[in-house]
Nanobody, 124 residues
Framework: QVQLVESGGGLVQAGDSLRLSCAAS????????MGWFRQAPGKERVFVAA????????FYADSVKGRFTISRDNAGTTLYLQMNTLKPEDTAVYYC?????????????????WGQGTQVTVSS
């Protein structure tokens, strides 16, 4: 059974940092691109960041560019999202996902494995 399990969420103040992790079990995703998405209350789930299978290419939503960093381990079993200078508008449930392809994409339909999400709440 393939599973993606996120961890590292929590309640922080504006300006703080958090590091999210996503552990893969059941298989590795070393040949697949992976990404982070988020869903704020009452809103649709949106793209946050993606990383290619090699880890050399990354892509970010404009809203997080310069503050968030996506990375992955070489074995393809863990995905990370380092979030700095957090803002109240970053409050959301954060999901990790594994793509069916090696190249990065912001398109949700290209991702065929999803975690259950981890809550991040940023107070002002």
């Amino acid at each position: 059974q393939v599973q993606l399990v996120e961890s590292g969420g929590g309640l922080v103040q504006a300006g703080d940092s958090l590091r999210l992790s996503c552990a893969a079990s059941g298989r590795t995703f070393s040949t697949k691109a992976m990404g982070w998405f988020r869903q704020a209350p009452g809103k649709e789930r949106v793209f946050v960041a993606a990383i290619s299978s090699s880890g050399r290419d990354t892509f970010y939503a404009d809203s997080v560019k310069g503050r968030f960093t996506i990375s992955r381990d070489n074995a393809g079993t863990t995905l990370y999202l380092q979030m700095n200078t957090l803002k109240p508008e970053d409050t959301a449930v954060y999901y990790c996902a594994a793509s069916a392809w090696a190249t990065i994409t912001a398109t949700q339909s290209w991702y065929n494995y999803w975690g259950q999400g981890t809550q991040v709440t940023v107070s002002s």
